[in-house]
């Protein structure tokens, strides 16, 4: 198979990675900077007619206040997962997973920044989150934010790619043994040494 970078006509998605990455970190600080300065904490703003409430709470936890109490391993698990998407965009040539990347990493990041400068230190901060769905203070689902919502919808769209057989190079996956088997049939013994052992 000829690596990506041989096929002609073909341009890595780096950009378009990196692009949407920055564009939900954006997104994401920007809505944190404004919740912080015009709700106060525990507050519930009812919208939608009850379908969402705007509040403000501080999870030291995973997405979606999973796993509290776990903040500097987060911190440190995010920090990894940036830098791999970051070193694996320069063979990025498939548009979905540039696009499923590219939320990982600006949701990644958004969250990274809180834990690396809000109190109660450096690793450990508290993420904002401020998005209850359904009910408020988070009855019916976890409160979240925008960096929440990138990667979970990241890695929902990554689970579908590789159901698909997605190469990061844009081509599909042949399946393994089973589909070999199914294009080119049976091995004989000659190809399989000849030994006509089962």
Do not use: H
């Amino acid at each position: 198979m000829d690596s990506p970078a041989a096929v002609p006509g073909r341009r890595p998605r780096t950009r378009l990675l990196l692009t949407l990455a920055a564009v939900i970190l954006l997104a994401d600080l920007v809505t944190k900077i404004i919740v912080v300065a015009t709700i106060e904490p525990g507050a519930d703003i009812r919208l939608l007619g009850g379908a969402l409430y705007l509040t403000q709470l501080r999870n030291m936890g995973a997405a979606f206040s999973f796993a509290e109490g776990a903040t500097v391993l987060f911190s440190l698990v995010a920090v990894v997962v940036a830098v791999v998407i970051v070193r694996t965009a320069r063979r990025m040539y498939s548009t979905g997973w540039a696009v499923t990347l590219g939320l990982v990493l600006g949701g990644a990041l958004g969250n990274l920044i809180d834990r690396i400068f809000r109190s109660p230190g450096f690793l450990r901060g508290g993420v904002v989150d401020f998005l209850s769905v359904f009910g408020p203070d988070g009855r019916v689902w976890p409160v979240f934010n925008v960096a929440d919502s990138a990667i979970v919808c990241g890695g929902l769209l990554g689970v579908l790619l590789a159901l698909r057989g997605i190469e990061f190079d844009g081509s599909r996956s042949g399946g393994g043994a089973a589909a070999t088997a199914a294009t080119t049939g049976p091995a004989t013994p000659a190809e399989d040494g000849g030994t006509g052992r089962g």
